[in-house]
């Protein structure tokens, strides 16, 4: 992809310094070799303040949040681009494998797949879906770029930031991550540029709820007691990383969709994963209406809810890992027929490798 066009012709987005992306406004400079846009890092003490929010009564702040209907849920139709551009050889890292295994004919679902849950400029609960990501101190989740930035409204919108791994019908199994640093392509998080819709947060040691007032591990925050869950790559483990992968090869797409089609009809409810399998398409894809031109599509009928969710490229049943090779950023109606047909992702080069590993060399640290 050829960055500093892009760059040029782009409109600036206006507004990076009037909101919070995790409770700051994000940083970075305008040179060429800078791709990489950060926020600054959300402190323990606001941390801990965020957890006991989605945490107390129960957890009903997540189940009040509802998908993030941002203007990914206007489908349209993709239009062929031509081959990707690799930027350099491709490369890989692998997964972060947890002990146990399971055998089963059926798909088994990534232990690493879940929701990020967040609250936006008006004040409302919202999620999208995500996976947890290798990295050297087990703390990066993979999300879509818009999953932490709102471009409509051109506000960031990563306050009170979680990712919560294995979301199934309003349980949190393995805790809360509070997010504390959020990466994006500087194109992204300057001028809204789709092609780069991914970003890569660190989160702290996740916690959970305790009824143990007693023990010296848990600790009362506000209102209610909560205990050090440990770090999210050793409770879950963490997909591997892929970029500059050939096309047309076979992807399994996670995620949580929500929203209805755009006939009506309401086939999905958020409150579990949904899974697609195919080949992706053999030539990049577009969309002139969002600045889109270097995009990777699969038929699959997942709606909103679904963005941000992980593409994995030799995904392994028996260890439920493989490698993310995108996250979902548009959903598209090839067919004109008014249903969701297509998703699509950014294609991932070297540079989403380096935005990438800007976050997975990070440490975050513990909240208790």
Known sequence: MNTSLKRTLLPLGGGLAAAALLGASMTGT?????IVKHSESVGTPDAQGIATFWLRNNAAALEAATYLEEDTTEVSKLTSTGTAEADTKPGSVAPTTTTTTTTSKNINLPR?????????????????????????YQNVVATAGHCTYDTANDEQLLDKWIFVP?????????????????????????YEDYDRDY???TVYNGVSVSTDTTSKKN??????????????????GGQGFAWNQKLQQANFVFGYPQAAQPDGNKPF????????????TAKT??????????????????TAGADGGPWLLKYSNTKRLGYLNGVTSTFNDQDENNRVDYLSTPYFDGDTYNVYTSAANLWSGTLL
């Open 199 to 201: 970003a890569f947060v």
């Open 219 to 236: 600790k009362r925050i506000s209102d209610i007691t909560v205990t050090d869950a440990g770090r999210l790559g050793d409770n879950v």
């Open 166 to 190: 294995g979301y199934y019908q309003g349980k949190a199994p393995w805790g809360i991550y509070v997010g504390k640093q959020a990466f994006v392509h500087y194109d992204f998080g300057v």
């Open 112 to 136: 690493t797949i879940g929701k990020v849950f967040f609250v936006n400029a008006a004040g409302e609960n919202k999620w999208c879906s995500a996976t947890s990501l290798q990295s050297k």
């Open 30 to 34: 305008a040179q060429a070799t800078d």
């Open 269 to 280: 409810t958020g409150a579990t994963p949904k899974w697609c399998y195919g080949k992706t």
């Open 285 to 302: 894809v577009g969309d002139a209406a969002k600045k889109i031109e270097e995009h990777v599509g699969i038929k699959c009928s997942m």
